[in-house]
T-cell receptor, first 114, second 115 residues
Framework: SQQGEEDPQALSIQEGENATMNCSYK?????LQWYRQNSGRGLVHLIL?????REKHSGRLRVTLDTSKKSSSLLITASRAADTASYFCATVTYSGAGSYQLTFGKGTKLSVIP | DAGVTQSPTHLIKTRGQQVTLRCSPKSGHDTVSWYQQALGQGPQFIFQYYEEEERQRGNFPDRFSGHQFPNYSSELNVNALLLGDSALYLC??????????????FGSGTQLSVL
């Protein structure tokens, strides 16, 4: 099952514009992570935000987390053609007995047009 | 420093056959997790190996089994293949069993096609 739901499913923008992707989830989380995947190959970790954090930056990436609304957003500023990829949010939840589960959403497919 | 490596890259099997996929974790990592990603979907957690034991398991049947070796490398075995097993299989590594508090490093995956 998938806890996170990304929105929109697909996004097409012009190079230089900002891209915003949203993620909603259902249960309390330990942290939330964003990953990127090029052409159906391996995923690359972008950023991790803990449940007690509200905003985090990394280069052109800005992630926000609103635990009261159970939602997160990923903003990519000044997009480039090389940002074209699928972006996934992944929620980390406690699954008992000292273990945690990492659950991915279905992803947002971003296309940046040169 | 080699990252996570998976083999083979592509594999074609027929229904009912058995398949073994292999993964070598990133240097310094001792925990390996396997994910299945169907086309257009997000990765689904299969299981996690730490200290040569299966520590957690997702909602997958017993046809899916694994192994971790003393050098931390891992295998994923799938028996009695079904058409629905066609997917990209991803291996991810991390350090320590509490890895969910840290980021995962993924391999490039094995694309399995079941005909």
């Amino acid at each position: 099952s998938q806890q996170g739901e990304e929105d929109p499913q697909a996004l097409s923008i012009q190079e230089g514009e900002n891209a915003t992707m949203n993620c909603s989830y259902k249960t309390s989380i330990n942290n939330l992570q964003w990953y990127r995947q090029n052409s159906g190959r391996g995923l690359v970790h972008l950023i991790l935000i803990r449940s007690n954090e509200r905003e985090k930056h990394s280069g052109r990436l800005r992630v926000t987390l609103d635990t009261s609304k159970k939602s997160s957003s990923l903003l990519i500023t000044a997009s480039r053609a090389a940002d074209t990829a699928s972006y996934f949010c992944a929620t980390v939840t406690y699954s008992g007995a000292g273990s945690y589960q990492l659950t991915f959403g279905k992803g947002t497919k971003l296309s940046v047009i040169p | 420093d080699a990252g996570v490596t998976q083999s083979p890259t592509h594999l074609i099997k027929t229904r009912g056959q058995q398949v073994t996929l292999r993964c070598s974790p990133k240097s310094g990592h001792d925990t390996v997790s396997w994910y299945q990603q169907a086309l257009g979907q997000g990765p689904q957690f299969i299981f996690q190996y730490y200290e040569e034991e299966e520590r957690q398991r997702g909602n997958f049947p017993d046809r899916f089994s694994g192994h971790q070796f003393p050098n931390y490398s891992s295998e994923l075995n799938v028996n009695a293949l079904l058409l629905g097993d066609s997917a990209l299989y991803l291996c991810a590594s991390s350090a320590g069993q509490g890895f969910f508090n840290e980021k995962l490093f993924f391999g490039s995956g094995t694309q399995l096609s079941v005909l």
